[in-house]
């Protein structure tokens, strides 16, 4: 399967990168600007909407009731270039009325069989993993 992807400076060091999916999104390295997420950043968001469209699939395949899942990476990076990610912990929230063995089966073979993404950064970073789970009865709105 073979993917490209290109980026078109604009200015200072924005880019706009495109994709063969034909999705376009702007990239901005100048931390002082500011105005887009940096290339660094996009690999974080990249591995926690591997790893999330992972568990999704995997706890839909399990008929477990969920209504909402999300994951939060904290990285840390080298300080001697090339900076890249040395450490990773990824904390998993799931909502609804889920098994805990379902949820950690699932964030596992995210980890051990599906996430490319994760692959590619186990290379450099130490991954690490936490779960919390999250009632049904804690989303609700509360009532006047």
């Given amino acids: 399967m073979n993917v490209e992807a290109q980026v078109t400076w604009t200015d200072g060091e924005r880019f706009v990168a495109n994709a063969s999916s034909g999705h376009a999104i702007v ?7 500011n105005t887009a997420a940096g290339p660094m950043e996009m690999v974080l968001m990249g591995l926690c ?20 899942v999300h994951v939060k990476a ?5 300080t001697e270039a090339p900076t890249v990610y040395t450490s990773i912990k990824l904390i998993y929230t799931v909502s609804g009325e889920v098994s805990r063995k379902a949820v950690e089966d699932a964030v ?10 994760s692959a590619m950064l186990k290379c450099t970073a130490k991954i690490v993993t ?3 789970l999250s009632g049904a009865e804690k989303l609700a709105p509360a009532t006047k």
């Fill in 74 to 78: 904290e990285a840390v990076r080298a």
């Fill in 108 to 117: 596992r073979l995210s980890e051990e069989k599906y996430c490319g993404v």
């Fill in 27 to 33: 990239i901005d390295s100048d931390r002082q600007r």
């Fill in 49 to 68: 909407a591997c790893t999330a469209t992972d568990v999704v699939s995997i706890l839909r395949k399990k008929r477990e009731p969920f209504i909402g």
């Fill in 130 to 132: 936490e779960v919390h």
